[in-house]
């Protein structure tokens, strides 16, 4: 068909190509507004001609329960896949979830709720930062994990967070069990 209308081939290959800009724009601009901080990294192994293998930290506000930031820390792939972004991160990940203020529930909530999740392959794998509560010693509990399409990864690590008064003022406790469903 494209050698008897040889610019038809072109201009639908044009047109794919604007199509998918459009519907992944959108995307882009609405996941980068839960990314997290990058608060370091450090290089771990060298690379002669690409970039170096690392350990990124990053720190990020719960959105669902103000007063409360994680932190979590994620080997990088370096070298020509890693800078392209084609590399498939492996499943390591630390996570260390804190008080910083007064904590206040904005929603109700679901046991196991995603608090996070990003990519950590071009297609099939995500690394996922979950929260529940601990009801019986008022405790909100995060747990981060990694999964494939296929096959998941048992590697996780968990970080909890008493919910404790902030300060002389903030004598009123809530219980984290009247804000999450089981």
């Not at 724009?25 to 192994?45: G, H, K, M, N, Q």
């Not at 709720?113 to 995060?142: A, E, H, P, W």
Request: aromatic share 10%; proline share 6%.
């Amino acid at each position: 068909m494209s050698s008897r209308f040889p610019g038809l081939a072109g201009i639908r290959l044009k047109g794919l190509v604007l199509f998918l800009l459009a519907l992944t724009v959108p995307a882009a601009s609405a996941w980068a507004a839960d990314e997290p901080d990058l608060i370091f990294r450090r290089s771990t192994v060298f690379k002669w001609m690409s970039p170096n293998d690392k350990l990124a930290t990053y720190g990020l506000d719960d959105p669902e329960v103000e007063g409360v930031a994680c932190h979590f820390t994620v080997p990088e792939k370096g070298g020509f896949k890693g800078w392209l972004g084609l590399a498939e991160e492996v499943s390591d990940i630390s996570l260390a979830c804190r008080q910083v203020g007064p904590i206040k529930f904005k929603n109700k909530m679901e046991q196991g709720d995603d608090m996070f999740r990003q990519r950590r392959s071009l297609f099939f794998k995500k690394m996922q930062i979950v929260r529940g509560c601990d009801t019986k010693r008022n405790v909100l509990v995060y747990m981060v994990y990694s999964d494939r399409l296929i096959e998941g990864s048992p590697k996780n690590s968990t970080s909890t967070v008493p919910v404790m008064p902030w300060g002389p003022a903030d004598a009123n406790v809530q219980k984290c069990g009247e804000f999450f469903t089981q």
